[in-house]
Nanobody, 123 residues
């Protein structure tokens, strides 16, 4: 089992940057593929980015490609999301998630979730 805690959210102006971090408990972090998802009010949870267990392969939603970067440090049990050129549509609660299964962009297939961190982009 793994526990996830996100941090780094906040209020930022359009075009600004934020770096989200997710800290994982346990000694088996490297066995999990990790993902970031987000949910805006009145909308469904959507995929943002994911990263494989050990080879660092990444995959992004089209809406964030070229602006967001996901990375992980298996020695520190962390996964980060660097968000640049933020837009009002990026406003949402951002969640870190872990899956023991194959890397996926489908949120129901993730086993563990953090509590979420709010990102608000003001225009």
């Amino acid at each position: 089992q793994v526990q996830l805690v996100e941090s780094g959210g906040g209020l930022v102006q359009v075009g600004g940057s934020l770096r989200l971090s997710c800290a994982a408990s346990g000694r088996t972090f490297s066995r999990y593929a990790m993902g970031w998802f987000r949910q805006a009010p009145g909308k469904e949870r959507e995929f943002v980015a994911r990263i494989n267990r050990s080879d660092g392969t990444t995959y992004y939603a089209d809406s964030v490609k070229g602006r967001f970067t996901i990375s992980r440090d298996n020695a520190k049990n962390t996964v980060d999301l660097q968000m640049n050129s933020l837009k009002p549509d990026d406003t949402a609660v951002y969640y870190c998630a872990a899956t023991r299964g194959l890397p996926t962009s489908r949120w129901p297939e993730y086993d563990y979730w953090g509590q979420g961190t709010q990102v608000t982009v003001s225009s």
